[in-house]
């Protein structure tokens, strides 16, 4: 049974730092392409960032670039997203997806808010 279970999310000022984590399990994560997702209030689910299975190869929203991280850890069959200068419109639920054999798996997601 695949599982993907997200962590670190959490109340953090405008300007401030979270980093999530992504622990994988029932999977072959080596052979996953990851990705980080969010849904704000009202919005539909959007890419935040994704990273090949290498971990060479990396995509960042626009609205993110410059400020958020993806990496990978194969070994720990993890996946991390750090997010830096935050601020209030990332606020969102985000979610770990792992994409195997042109399969997704979602994870249930952790609440960011961003707010003073």
């Known amino acids: 049974q695949v599982q993907l279970v997200e962590s670190g999310g959490g109340l953090v000022q405008p300007g401030g730092s979270l980093r999530l984590s992504c622990s994988a399990s029932?999977?072959?994560?080596?052979?996953?392409?990851m990705a980080w997702y969010r849904q704000r209030p009202g919005n539909q689910r959007e890419l935040v960032a994704s990273?090949?299975?290498?971990?060479?190869?990396?995509n960042y929203a626009d609205s993110v670039k410059g400020r958020f991280t993806i990496t990978r850890n194969n070994a720990q069959k993890t996946v991390s997203l750090q997010m830096n200068n935050l601020k209030r419109e990332d606020t969102a639920v985000y979610y770990c997806?792992?994409?195997?054999?042109?399969?997704?798996?979602w994870g249930q997601g952790t609440q960011v808010t961003v707010s003073s």
């Open positions: 029932g999977i072959n994560f080596r052979a996953c392409v």
């Open positions: 997806k792992a994409n195997y054999i042109g399969a997704d798996y």
């Open positions: 990273i090949s299975v290498s971990g060479i190869s990396t």
